[in-house]
Nanobody, 124 residues
Framework: QVQLVESGGGLVQAGGSLRLSCAAS???????MGWFRQAPGKVREFVAT????????LYGDSMRGRFTISRDNARNTAYLQMTSLRPEDTAVYYC??????????????????WGQGTQVTVSS
């Protein structure tokens, strides 16, 4: 099992940047990691996912080119660097984990472990 704790959310102006962190317990390096977000009244949306080695990465369409997912297996931490933020990026951001062999999922149901979320608010 793995436990996940997100941090780094906050209030930022449009065009700004934030870096989210996801600290994990357990055997972090054996899990593929993902980021999702959920705005009020909307379904949970896929943001990005990264393989156990960090070599393979996938992004949601509206995030590609603006967001970068990464991981540091020595620190048991995954990151989401967000740039050129827009008001429509406002949401609670969640990190998630799944066994490494199942890398590539874009649906919430593809992941087994979740953090509690961190709020990101982008002002116009």
């Amino acid at each position: 099992q793995v436990q996940l704790v997100e941090s780094g959310g906050g209030l930022v102006q449009a065009g700004g940047s934030l870096r989210l962190s996801c600290a994990a317990s357990g055997q972090f390096s054996s899990y593929a990691m993902g980021w999702f977000r959920q705005a009020p009244g909307k379904v949970r949306e896929f943001v990005a996912t990264i393989s156990t080695s960090g070599i393979n990465r996938l992004y949601g369409d509206s995030m590609r080119g603006r967001f970068t997912i990464s991981r540091d297996n020595a620190r048991n931490t995954a990151y989401l660097q967000m740039t050129s933020l827009r008001p429509e990026d406002t949401a609670v951001y969640y990190c998630a984990a799944v066994a490494g062999s199942r890398f590539g999922g874009r649906r919430p149901g593809d992941y087994d472990y979740w953090g509690q979320g961190t709020q990101v608010t982008v002002s116009s």
